[in-house]
């Protein structure tokens, strides 16, 4: 990544693969990092005829966020829009391969998908992140990075209870835990945070009937 001096110095330089001389610009974007780039988000969404945001949905194990992100992606898609999920299990195999599950690395593993999530969003995309996020200063810290950039972020809790997810239990993570064979799982023996003033609570109601709240929030048909 450029420091601010070499994006600085070389912004009178052209430099375009097509071979059209175009001044870079400074664009600010997650975390203030500069970046050089011939647009700016408002020439990119209106060339491209989108609008990034960021729905994040959190909340205890088997509560129901992949799913209910699932829906949303398959909806938006079927409507034309770019939309993408981010989901937990997914992430932990690739881009936080090398994270645990201690507190620091919990951290680490939200503050990731967070930083890709802002950067899906000036892209244009609608980013459906799926991850537990147990702590509200986690959530806070993203939602931050992404008001500093201007961005729309969406803090989406499944409200599930815990019995119900221990019920549910499709990893079996529950049951493992309680048969002492898994230490520190969300809602167990780890501590859930709830939001204080989520965007949107999902609590009692189908995924369709989810599905239909987010796109709601979003202003999408
Ligand atoms: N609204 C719902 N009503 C009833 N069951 C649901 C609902 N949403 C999801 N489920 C079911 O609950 C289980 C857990 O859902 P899901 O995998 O989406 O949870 P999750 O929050 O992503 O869990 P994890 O954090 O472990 O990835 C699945 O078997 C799913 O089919
Ligand atoms: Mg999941």
């Given at each position: 990544?450029?420091?601010?001096?070499?994006?600085?110095?070389?912004?009178g330089?052209?430099?375009?693969?097509?071979?059209?001389?175009?001044?870079?610009?400074v664009?600010?974007?997650?975390?203030?990092?500069?970046r050089?780039?011939?647009?700016?988000?408002?020439?990119?969404?209106?060339?491209l005829?989108?609008?990034?945001?960021?729905?994040?949905c959190?909340?205890?194990?088997?509560s129901?966020?992949?799913?209910?992100a699932?829906r949303?992606?398959e909806?938006?898609?079927?409507?034309?829009?770019?939309?993408?999920v981010l989901?937990?299990?997914?992430?932990?195999?690739?881009l936080?391969?090398?994270?645990?599950f201690?507190?620091?690395?919990r951290?680490?593993?939200?503050?990731?998908?967070?930083?890709t999530?802002?950067?899906?969003?000036?892209?244009?995309?609608?980013?459906?992140?799926?991850l537990?996020?147990?702590?509200?200063?986690?959530?806070?810290?993203?939602?931050?990075?992404?008001?500093?950039?201007?961005?729309?972020?969406?803090?989406?809790?499944?409200?599930?209870p815990?019995?119900?997810?221990?019920?549910?239990?499709?990893?079996?993570?529950?049951?493992?835990?309680?048969?002492g064979?898994?230490?520190?799982?969300?809602g167990?023996?780890?501590?859930?945070?709830?939001?204080?003033?989520?965007?949107?609570?999902?609590a009692?109601?189908?995924?369709?009937?989810?599905?239909?709240?987010?796109?709601?929030?979003?202003?999408?048909?």
């Amino acid at each position: 990544m450029p420091d601010r001096e070499e994006v600085d110095a070389g912004s009178g330089a052209s430099g375009c693969q097509a071979g059209v001389a175009v001044a870079p610009r400074v664009v600010r974007g997650a975390e203030d990092t500069p970046r050089p780039s011939a647009l700016d988000r408002a020439q990119r969404w209106r060339a491209l005829g989108l609008r990034g945001a960021t729905v994040w949905c959190t909340g205890l194990p088997a509560s129901g966020k992949s799913t209910l992100a699932a829906r949303v992606e398959e909806r938006l898609i079927a409507a034309g829009r770019p939309a993408y999920v981010l989901d937990g299990d997914s992430v932990r195999k690739g881009l936080c391969c090398d994270l645990g599950f201690e507190r620091a690395e919990r951290d680490e593993n939200v503050r990731r998908v967070g930083e890709t999530a802002c950067l899906f969003a000036d892209a244009g995309v609608i980013s459906l992140v799926a991850l537990v996020s147990p702590f509200r200063d986690q959530r806070r810290q993203v939602r931050d990075l992404h008001e500093r950039a201007g961005l729309c972020f969406l803090e989406v809790w499944l409200n599930t209870p815990v019995q119900e997810c221990a019920q549910r239990d499709p990893k079996g993570l529950y049951r493992l835990a309680h048969a002492g064979g898994l230490r520190g799982l969300t809602g167990v023996d780890d501590p859930y945070e709830p939001p204080v003033a989520p965007d949107l609570e999902i609590a009692r109601c189908s995924p369709a009937q989810a599905s239909d709240a987010v796109l709601a929030l979003l202003g999408q048909p």
